[in-house]
């Protein structure tokens, strides 16, 4: 039942809504990942992030794509949750939380070669903004060194519905995939390969700033 | 069958003869291809397939309805303008006065559909002239105002004003429009700067040796814009008389003003993307770009032919 709402979800509303109202500009489809497991890594701007990632796969995937999100702003009402969990289909992760591996739920999905959707900036902090992105990816591709890590770029959803707006705006959006990273035995060069290939996604695009 | 709104026959002709031009392009570009393979040609076949469907749609569109007829030039207008704000440097206090400027859209084609020929011309050039520097002067921010308020009222004139000439020509007085009606018109105009730009590019890919603008549009060439005038003349002294109120003579004359106004306004949305640092204004259609690259040369066009015909034509002084 889930299945059929999420399916009807994205084909008659997020898809439509992708395509008249905001529009996208994507480069790079080669480089997105056919089948699980693996570890989509984003920037993050915007509620619409997710959406608009989830809608570049086929409709028949959607149930396995897994966007990772925070269980204290998901999770806070039953109506939230719900649509949360059965329409988007995410892993809730506890910030700051001190449970013994944070990670586990997002292993698990990996063993199920599912499809996992990071945005290691934490939240969507300053729209249009990079902020620097937190070690659990890296942790997570240890983890699981057999899921390829791939890095997406995103701009232009910021814009069109900033945190702590309501209203949507349009803007056309641009999505810039690039060649997914494997884990390199060590954190702190894999972070820094990461931040090297999303600064390379990002020079990709000649973006205006948004001030 | 049962015309809509007295839709002409010769509209349906002249549609007829834009895929008999259609077909020809395909076949001359599949032979282009079989002989030298590789990128450019290629790129060639993806903009003919581009064709088919653009000109499919157009066509969709303009014998249906012209209800539907204006909605779909309102809609086109609308991705023009959001590919020009989603382009620019903005303001981040600007956000929502966008949405004022995206509600131009739809009350700037109502005027133009009610032919009031008062309120369409006024309504952007004045009103929204005056309304967007208010409301980002309350807002209060005066750090880059001159640049918000310069780039928004640029891009409200150049594409939803501009552009929306189109949908005054379809609405044009049956008493005025000539033999094919305000479809004829649209048709006669949109056929004629499509056909100016595949034109130019030709002549200019065949012949073309002197640059006219390098440091803006460098494969713009007095060649290609000679050669491109006077096929256009050609066709509009040919096309005229069957879809205007226009003779042979006086056609040939708007045809060279729009191949003229075209490519004037082909390389200002150049100049305007070299600025920005973009080749294309978007990836909506391919092998050509976004709709703002498609509908570049129109932003000229449109104004400078729907003015010239009122002027001239619809007032009867010719």
Known sequence: ?211 | MQMPDGLSMRVLWAIGAIYVLLVAASVIVAILRRRNPGEATSELSRRVASWWFMITIFTVAIVTDRIISTVFLGFMTFLAFKEYMSLIPMRRVDRLILLFAYLAIPIQFAFAHMNSYGLFLTFIPVWMFLFCPMAMTLIGKTEGFLRAVGTLSWGLVITVFALSHAAMLLAADPSVAGPAGGAGLLLFLVALTQFNDVAQFTWGRLYGRRKIVPKVSPKKTWEGFLGGLISTIAVASLAGPYLTPLPADYAALAGGMIAIAGFLGDITISAFKRDLGVKDSGGLIPGHGGILDRVDSLTYAAPVFYHAMHFFSFSGRI
């Open chain 1, 1 to 211: 039942m889930a299945r059929v709402l999420q399916y009807l979800f994205f084909l008659m509303i997020v898809r439509p809504v992708l395509l008249v109202i905001l529009g996208m500009n994507l480069r790079g489809r080669e480089y997105l990942p056919k089948k699980g497991p693996a570890i989509i890594v984003a920037n993050h701007n915007s509620h619409l992030d997710t959406l608009t990632l989830m809608a570049l796969f086929p409709l028949k995937d959607l149930h396995r794509l897994r966007p990772a999100a925070a269980a204290d702003y998901f999770l806070k009402n039953k109506w939230l949750a719900w649509f949360a969990r059965n329409i988007i289909g995410i892993i809730p992760l506890s910030r700051g939380a001190v449970r013994k591996n944070p990670l586990a739920d997002l292993e698990a999905a990996l063993d199920r070669d599912e499809i996992v959707i990071l945005f290691p900036e934490g939240s969507r902090g300053e729209p249009e903004q990079r902020a620097e992105f937190k070690r659990g990816v890296a942790y997570l591709a240890r983890a699981r060194p057999n899921a390829p890590v791939h890095p997406v770029f995103m701009h232009g959803l910021g814009k069109a519905l900033p945190k702590g707006s309501l209203v949507l705006v349009p803007f056309n959006c641009d999505v810039i995939a690039g060649a997914p990273l494997s884990w390199t035995g060590e954190a702190a060069r894999f972070m820094e390969d990461l931040e090297g290939r999303m600064n390379e996604l990002a020079a990709q695009g000649h973006f205006q700033p948004w001030e």
